[in-house]
């Protein structure tokens, strides 16, 4: 026997409410249709200060597969939600919202996928389905659902739909999860990398009834940091990495472009000549720091969770060695070409040449050089934390030799 908890939370949804109960109680054949026996409906009144309450209370009055759970208070989308997912007694959990926004008649389709071995089933409203969602919340969804597929390396239409079906033993690799509405991008986001078997399903989207509660800055704001400090928590390096190979691919090119103006004869900068020489040394010092941090931080990632590290910044691994595990070479080339293009340079000045000649020479040395030390520091660093990741599982063998 399958059960599906279906979870509507409510906050000031008198419009509303009744008429989205009894279209999720017009599902049940369907849902039988698709290998569910049994449903329950669950409204968590959050703290309403209308008669929210008292009409999900009449309907439910009329059918014993209804229940309503009241907050005193006012405690969020996803605290309401939460109450909710403790409460469901199903296999299967859906939960849409209060408005009428999103259709229960497709809660059939979505448990089929559930059923046929989806872990976390979505409905898209950004899959090619009939959509009236405004224009404005419609290119927040688009970037959003790009953010995650980017940060993810797995392609995601609608990463904040609040229409969805999970297997409920799946919630605990879902926690923890906001009290806000930020619920869904964070769900999605911690699906994603906990390798949760993910499908979405098109479905429409229609006008709410009522006014929103949703403020496109404000709310996309904390859809966007809570996402990204999400992803930090499992992958650190593909978002410190992206940005610090962001910082030095701009660095570099202002490199070339000195370089070209220097072989060209130049020897005096412009306002904005200095002002690019600056940015580059910059960017250059901090992406190198932001990608071995990233990395670093892969390896506290792993002794953390107890799993092997994360590796590859785009998915799967580039080199055969890990990037990191090679910062030591590469940061005493970097620091002995450097500390050698500073000699050179010393050798050239006593020799006669004049500063203005020098100078870009010195920069890239003394650039080079702080580099290497940096490097050099993280794979001190990187080699103690992997040595500490693998000390359980080498003690366990040491235990195993007869």
Not at 20 to 26: A, G, K, S, W
Request: hydrophobic share 50%.
């Amino acid at each position: 026997m399958t059960m599906l908890s279906v979870v509507i939370p409510a906050y000031n949804e008198e419009k509303g409410i009744l008429e989205i109960m009894e279209r999720v109680l017009t599902i049940r054949e369907g849902l039988k249709e698709a290998g569910v026996d049994e449903m329950e409906l669950l409204v968590v009144n959050d703290g309403s200060r209308d008669r929210t309450a008292e009409v999900a209370g009449e309907l439910a009055c009329k059918h014993d597969c209804v229940r309503i759970i009241s907050h005193p208070h006012n405690r969020g989308y996803g605290a309401a939600l939460k109450t909710g997912f403790a409460q469901a007694k199903g296999e299967l959990v859906g939960f849409l919202d209060a408005d009428g926004t999103y259709p229960p008649e497709y809660f059939p389709q979505l448990c089929r996928e559930a059923l046929n071995g989806a872990e976390l089933v979505i409905g898209s409203r950004m899959a090619g389905a009939d959509s009236r969602m405004p224009l404005t919340r419609r290119l927040g969804n688009v970037i959003f659902a790009t953010l995650l597929s980017l940060l993810g390396w797995q392609r995601v239409t609608d990463s904040a739909s609040g229409m969805r079906v999970f297997r409920k033993d799946t919630l605990a690799r879902l926690s923890p999860l906001p009290d806000g509405l930020n619920l869904t991008p964070v769900m999605s986001t911690r699906a994603v990398h906990e390798g949760i078997k993910m499908v979405e399903v098109a479905i429409p989207y229609s006008e709410r009834v009522g006014r929103s509660k949703l403020s496109v800055l404000r709310d996309g704001r904390i859809f966007l940091t809570s996402m990204v400090w999400t992803v930090l928590s499992y992958n650190p390096v593909r978002v410190l990495g992206i940005a610090g190979l962001v910082g030095v691919g701009v660095a570099a090119l202002v490199g070339l472009g000195l370089v070209i103006a220097r072989l060209s004869g130049v020897t005096a900068l412009s306002p904005w000549g200095v002002f690019s020489l600056f940015t580059g040394l910059v960017l250059g010092v901090a992406g190198i720091s932001l990608f071995a941090l990233g990395a670093t931080f892969n390896y506290l990632v792993s002794l953390f969770y107890k799993e092997p590290i994360r590796q590859g910044l785009f998915g799967k691994p580039v080199f055969k060695k890990p990037l990191e595990l090679q910062f030591g070479w590469m940061g005493l080339v970097a620091f002995a070409a450097g500390l050698g293009i500073g000699i050179v340079s010393l050798v050239l000045s006593l020799s006669g040449w004049e500063i203005a000649r020098l100078w870009l020479y010195l920069l890239g040395g003394a650039l080079a050089s702080l580099v290497g030390i940096q490097l050099v520091i993280y794979w001190l660093l990187i080699r103690v934390l992997e040595d500490l990741s693998q000390r359980d599982v080498l003690a366990r063998a040491d235990m195993q030799v007869e």
